[in-house]
């Protein structure tokens, strides 16, 4: 049976429930894809929100930065709300009213825990990297004793989650389509435009087959619940 996260009040969707997935690993998926969130948090009484990588392990996903860093520190202190977001394509219909976006997201409630040993932090270090280059971790230094003590890590269990998406063609009313206007979904591809070398240093290192062959391809994956013009 697949295992599911339990729904709560801040992860229930009351609008398009449809696209709501609990599923545990549906949810991983889509954390394991992305390698920036976006982290909401409050300090000195006032929301906050900012964009930072992440790795996952498990049941937890990674964070890591300077000891100075506002948001660790008031992160820590409280609780955060961590968002995950793929857009895969963007769906053109023939009336601006339903043009929309096809996308993955995932949304995660929690408590941050801060990390202190120091094989965690370097195996967090790792997972990070792998979400953003699979291979770069074992091409480069790792972190040393005084680079570890000068970073704060915190992991925030995925214990309340949430995935959304939405997939599939436009939704257009009926009086609109036989509209002499092209209609469909545009697909979005993740390449590297190219790869400028840093200018000191050796200069005779090839550039790894894991930078040449990046490509991350959006996801074509149906809802089994067709989506629906608002009104």
Request: aromatic share 8%; hydrophobic share 35%.
């Amino acid at each position: 049976m697949t295992e599911k996260y339990e729904v709560t009040e801040r992860t229930k969707l009351t609008r398009r429930p449809h696209r709501g997935i609990y599923d545990k690993e549906a949810i991983h998926a889509i954390l394991d894809e992305g390698f920036m969130c976006n982290v909401a948090y409050v300090h000195e009484g006032a929301p906050r929100v900012l964009p930072t990588g992440y790795g996952r392990i498990g049941d937890y996903i990674y964070i890591h930065g300077s000891n100075q860093s506002t948001m660790l520190s008031a992160a820590l202190s409280g609780e955060v709300c961590v968002l995950v977001t793929h857009v895969d394509g963007l769906v053109l219909a023939r009336a601006l009213y339903n043009h929309s976006v096809n996308y993955r997201s995932v949304v995660v409630f929690g408590r941050p825990e801060e990390v202190t040993d120091p094989q965690e932090k370097i195996a967090s270090f790792e997972a990070y990297a792998r979400h953003v280059l699979k291979g770069r971790f074992a091409d480069v230094r790792p972190p040393n004793s005084k680079e570890l003590n000068s970073t704060t890590v915190m992991r925030i269990p995925i214990a309340e989650a949430v995935a959304k998406m939405r997939s599939g063609p436009p939704t257009d009313f009926e009086f609109d389509l036989d509209r002499d206007c092209w209609a469909g979904e545009l697909l979005i591809k993740q390449v590297f435009a190219g790869a400028i070398r840093d200018p000191q240093g050796r200069q005779d290192v090839p550039v790894p087959r894991y930078i040449e062959e990046y490509e991350k391809l959006p996801s074509v994956e149906r809802q089994e619940v067709d989506n629906t013009p608002d009104a």
